[in-house]
T-cell receptor
Framework: EPEVTQTPSHQVTQMGQEVILRCVPISNHLYFYWYRQILGQKVEFLVSFYNNEISEKSEIFDDQFSVERPDGSNFTLKIRSTKLEDSAMYFC?????????????FGQGTRLTVV | AQKVTQAQTEISVVEKEDVTLDCVYETRDTTYYLFWYKQPPSGELVFLIRRNSFDEQNEISGRYSWNFQKSTSSFNFTITASQVVDSAVYFCALTGNYGQNFVFGPGTRLSVLP
C-alpha cells in the first residue's frame, strides 16, 4: 500500500538552529501539506503546496518557515531559526484531490524537540 | 470559516462497552468532506473514514459505525464492543471542495480499560 514517509522520526535541535524536515509523498499525488501538533493539542494546518508553489498557508506559517519540493519526490519543511515553541509533531500529507476527493494520506510524523 | 468541535475531551469505558464519539462541524460550503482519524500512542494519524456532504447514508465497518446528520451538522462515530487496542485520540476533520486544508477538531482521548 502506498504511504507517505517522513524522516527523521525524531529530531532534537538547539534553539536558533535551522532544521529541515523531509517527506516523500505518494508518487502520483499532486497536493502536499504540512501540519503541526503541539503535544496534547489538536492538529493544525501550516501550509499546502500545489504545482510548485504555496497554495494556502496559515498564520502559524511565518517567515521562519519555508517549503520546497527540490527534486520531484521530496517535500521539505525548513524552520530557519527554531524556537522552543516550535517543539511539536510535524505531519506531512499528500492527496490527489481529484474528483473523488480522496482523503489525505498522512506520514507517521517527525517529532521535533527544541532545547 | 470552518470549525470542528469535539465536546468530549476524554472518555473512559470498560472493554466490550459501546462508545460514541461526537463531532459537530460548521461550514458555509455546500460541498464538503468529513473525516475521522485515529492517533494511537505511537503518534501517527490513521485514516478511518471519509464522507462527503451529499451522502448521508450511515456506514458500518466491522465494529465501527458512523452517523452523519446534515440537519444537526454532526458526524458521530460509534465503536461497538470496544477493545483495549481502541485506546487512542480520535480526531474529526473537515475540508471543503476547493482544495482547502483540513480543519481538525481538538480530539477525544478514548481509554478502554480491561
Amino acid at each position: 500500500e502506498p504511504e507517505v514517509t517522513q524522516t527523521p522520526s525524531h529530531q532534537v535541535t538547539q534553539m536558533g538552529q535551522e532544521v529541515i524536515l523531509r517527506c516523500v509523498p505518494i508518487s502520483n499525488h499532486l497536493y502536499f501539506y504540512w501540519y503541526r501538533q503541539i503535544l496534547g493539542q489538536k492538529v493544525e494546518f501550516l501550509v499546502s503546496f500545489y504545482n510548485n508553489e504555496i497554495s494556502e498557508k496559515s498564520e502559524i506559517f511565518d517567515d521562519q518557515f519555508s517549503v520546497e519540493r527540490p527534486d520531484g519526490s521530496n517535500f521539505t519543511l525548513k524552520i530557519r531559526s527554531t524556537k522552543l515553541e516550535d517543539s511539536a509533531m510535524y505531519f506531512c500529507a499528500s492527496s490527489d484531490r481529484g474528483r473523488s476527493h480522496t482523503e489525505a494520506f498522512f506520514g507517521q510524523g517527525t517529532r521535533l524537540t527544541v532545547v | 470559516a470552518q470549525k470542528v468541535t469535539q465536546a468530549q475531551t476524554e472518555i473512559s469505558v470498560v472493554e466490550k462497552e459501546d462508545v460514541t464519539l461526537d463531532c459537530v462541524y460548521e461550514t458555509r460550503d455546500t460541498t464538503y468532506y468529513l473525516f475521522w482519524y485515529k492517533q494511537p500512542p505511537s503518534g501517527e494519524l490513521v485514516f478511518l473514514i471519509r464522507r462527503n456532504s451529499f451522502d448521508e447514508q450511515n456506514e458500518i465497518s466491522g465494529r465501527y459505525s458512523w452517523n452523519f446528520q446534515k440537519s444537526t451538522s454532526s458526524f458521530n462515530f460509534t465503536i461497538t464492543a470496544s477493545q483495549v487496542v481502541d485506546s487512542a485520540v480520535y480526531f474529526c476533520a473537515l475540508t471543503g471542495n476547493y482544495g482547502q486544508n483540513f480543519v481538525f477538531g481538538p480530539g477525544t482521548r478514548l481509554s478502554v480499560l480491561p
